[in-house]
């Protein structure tokens, strides 16, 4: 068992003429128990690295134990926001419109 993670992006980046080409989250796991840290030195997912290269920053905004099948879940299922504690808190118009669900599990 390992952790699912989701990084919070605090600027969307994507293409702003096309708003469904956005994304202010990532969704990973870390079965190793280094992958977090690998992510936040700039050497983790192509993603983020651009993030870090853009000097936008981000945060660890939520864990949960899991599997690469839980990630997998989670990526499927689109629209993180909805399960994005920072979103929810902030109720930042740029995270998405919708605020319902609290986890994984909703």
């Avoid at 280094?34 to 983020?48: E, F, L, M, P």
């Avoid at 949960?64 to 879940?73: D, F």
């Avoid at 499927?76 to 599990?105: I, L, M, Q, Y």
Wanted: hydrophobic share 35%; with cysteine.
């Amino acid at each position: 068992m390992g952790t699912v993670y989701l990084l919070h992006f605090l600027e969307p980046i994507g293409n702003p003429a096309n708003p469904r080409a956005m994304t202010q989250h990532y969704i990973g796991v870390d079965l190793s128990g280094k992958r977090i840290s690998v992510q936040t030195a700039g050497n983790g997912a192509a993603i983020v690295r651009v993030v870090q290269a853009r000097g936008i920053g981000f945060v660890v905004a939520a864990t949960w134990p899991g599997t690469r099948a839980l990630e997998r879940q989670l990526k499927n299922r689109k629209h993180a926001s909805r399960f994005c504690p920072v979103c929810r808190a902030d109720r930042d118009p740029t995270c998405g419109t919708t605020r319902e669900g609290g986890g994984p599990s909703n």
